[in-house]
């Protein structure tokens, strides 16, 4: 994975959260639906930008960090 993909995918993840507060602030989504977004998007979003976070600039791969 590449550097500006972690960051595509941790930043459209950031962007679910804030998006499902403000339509549930909004009265346009149930307030439960925007939890449930928020609690499946917030993990995403901590494990790619932590991946872009650590990620070399370049051609370089993320190597595998192992479990």
Request: glycine share 14%.
């Amino acid at each position: 994975m590449k550097k500006q993909t972690a960051l595509i995918t941790g930043l459209a993840a950031g962007g679910v959260s804030v998006a499902a507060g403000l339509l549930a602030a909004g009265g346009y989504l149930p307030v439960w639906a925007a939890g449930l977004l928020t609690i499946v998007a917030f993990p995403v979003f901590v494990i790619f930008i932590a991946l872009w976070w650590n990620a070399k600039s370049g051609d370089e791969d993320i190597p595998f960090i192992g479990y």
